[in-house]
Every structure is written in C-alpha cells, then in structure tokens.
C-alpha cells in the first residue's frame, strides 16, 4: 500500500464557506470535468445534509466538512452498497490508527458511532449510466473539536469530547484520505470478501439483541444476521422469522 495517498485529494478545493460541499461538486461536475480524487473541503457548511434529507450540524473551522469525487465505473448498479461499505469502514480504520484506545463502529448503514454517539455522517449521492456506476461524490462531515457537543445533540459526539485534547484537523483528513484510497483500490480490485469482513466486523449491534422501532411505531426485539447485496439491512426475531428492511423503515432505540 503507498504511504500516502497517490490521487485522493491531489486536486483539492478548499472553501472558507460553502452550502454544501456535495452540491458543490455536482455544480463542478455539471461545468467541467475533475479528475478522479477531486477533494472539495470547506471549514464552514451551512447547509450540510446527511441520509433522508437530514441536516448535517458543523462548527465552523472546528469539524470536517468534505466530499471525495470518484468514478467507480466497474461497480454494477447492483453492486453500489459496496461505496457505502468501504467508506465507512475507511473512516473507522482511519479513526482506529489514530486513535487505538477507542472503539468505533459503523450504524447502518454508514454512519460511525462511538459508545452509542454519532461522530461522523457519510452521504453518498451516484450517477448510473449503462447499469453501471459512472461516478459518484461521497461527501462526509465528522465531528472533530467542536466542545461538548452532545449538550445541544444529545446523540453526537466529537474526538474533542472522547480523547479532551483539540485535533489538527488537516492530520486528521489526511489519515481519511489515506484510508479511503486504500480501500477503495481494494473494491477496485474487487476484494470484496475482505471488505465484507471488515464491514460486519465493525457493524454496531451485530449478531447482538437490541431494540428497534418499526416505521408503524411498534417497538421490537431483534438482531442484525445480514445486510443484503442491495443494502438492505435483515432482522430475525425472536420467532427466528427474518425480515430485511430499508433506512426508512426502521430505528435503534438505544
């Protein structure tokens, strides 16, 4: 593996202040063409948004805010979890090397939470063409040094609040990027098995008994047995009875 990464923000933007850096590079896209790797980053996004429309909550200049523009051409259609796969378990690897004294894991499908709090958001938005992947913009907003920041979201938290010891935030994307591009060339490579295991070895909840709640409301005990290839995630209760359900349709209760 290089030491550093070889195109994964060799082209890079940086931003005082943007909306979003994902709706950035895709008014890039639709002007001209950025090579493979094209890193937008911006120490102030006003309008980050995350899975289902959600909004993204970044300090400014104190979190990671930036989006990776790649073109997965020999990914099928079918095959694009495989994006959310190996991002999320780049970013956990990332965090892990830098930090081997605590424990990160991936929520489906690829958020990373630590001790039941969420540190970082992937949003992953792709463009098909011929039933496959033409290019894709993996856009990514980690909590880095915002202070105490699980008093205005009680479900996050930052590297700030877990190590108390305020983070160069370029050495911490550059540990990302790195990260990224390794695994990527791996899904290039189609090494997929390797990928599928890491990603079930780092899968919060997994084989484990926890609670969920069902888009109807009702609340049930389950375990996560297996993601589909399509993504979606499959519980088998209690009866043993397994159903396999969409982002939308069900929630932890933590």
Same mark, same amino acid.
């Given at each position: 593996?290089?030491q550093?990464?070889?195109?994964?923000?060799?082209?890079?933007?940086?931003?005082?202040?943007?909306?979003?850096?994902?709706d950035?590079?895709?008014?890039?896209?639709?002007?001209t063409? @950025?090579?493979?790797?094209?890193?937008?980053?911006?120490?102030?996004?006003?309008?980050?948004?995350?899975?289902?429309?959600?909004?993204?909550?970044?300090?400014?200049?104190?979190?990671?805010?930036?989006?990776? /523009? #790649?073109e997965?051409?020999?990914?099928?259609?079918?095959?694009?979890?495989?994006?959310?796969?190996?991002?999320?378990?780049?970013?956990?690897?990332? #965090?892990?090397?830098?930090?081997?004294?605590?424990?990160?894991?991936?929520?489906?499908?690829?958020?990373?939470?630590?001790? !039941? %709090?969420?540190i970082?958001?992937i949003?992953?938005?792709?463009?098909?063409?011929?039933?496959?992947?033409?290019?894709?913009?993996?856009g990514?907003?980690?909590?880095v040094?915002?202070?105490?920041?699980?008093?205005?979201? @009680?479900?996050?938290?930052?590297?700030?609040?877990?190590?108390?010891?305020?983070?160069?935030?370029?050495a911490?994307? /550059?540990?990302?990027?790195?990260?990224?591009?390794?695994?990527?060339?791996?899904?290039? !490579?189609?090494?997929?098995?390797?990928?599928?295991?890491? /990603?079930?070895?780092?899968?919060?909840?997994?084989?484990?008994?926890?609670?969920?709640?069902?888009?109807?409301?009702?609340?049930?005990q389950?375990?996560?047995?297996d993601?589909?290839?399509?993504?979606?995630?499959?519980?088998?209760?209690?009866?043993?009875?397994?159903?396999s359900?969409?982002?939308?349709?069900l %929630?932890?209760?933590?």
């Open positions: 593996m290089a550093s990464p070889v195109f994964l923000g060799k082209n890079r933007i940086r931003l005082s202040e943007v909306s979003s850096t994902n950035f590079l895709q008014d890039l896209l639709s002007k063409s @950025p090579m493979e790797g094209t890193v937008i980053s911006a120490d102030s996004q006003l309008q980050g948004r995350g899975q289902l429309g959600a909004k993204w909550f970044s300090d400014s200049h104190k979190n990671l805010s930036f989006s990776v /523009y #790649l997965p051409v020999f990914l099928a259609a079918t095959e694009i979890f495989y994006l959310s796969k190996m991002s999320s378990i780049a970013i956990v690897n990332a #965090l892990h090397k830098l930090y081997p004294k605590e424990k990160f894991l991936i929520k489906w499908p690829n958020d990373i939470y630590h001790e !039941n %709090k969420k970082a958001g949003l992953i938005e792709n463009a098909l063409q011929n039933d496959h992947v033409k290019h894709t913009i993996i990514i907003g980690l909590n040094n915002t202070e105490n920041i699980s008093s205005h979201i @009680p479900a996050a938290t930052s590297i700030y609040d877990i190590v108390h010891i305020e983070q160069d935030r370029e911490v994307l /550059y540990h990302i990027l790195k990260s990224l591009e390794e695994f990527y060339l791996l899904l290039k !490579n189609k090494d997929i098995t390797t990928i599928d295991n890491l /990603y079930f070895d780092n899968l919060l909840y997994f084989n484990q008994i926890c609670w969920f709640e069902l888009q109807d409301g009702q609340q049930k389950g375990k996560i047995v993601i589909e290839k399509s993504g979606l995630l499959v519980v088998e209760w209690p009866s043993l009875e397994r159903e359900f969409d982002v939308k349709q %929630k932890w209760i933590f």
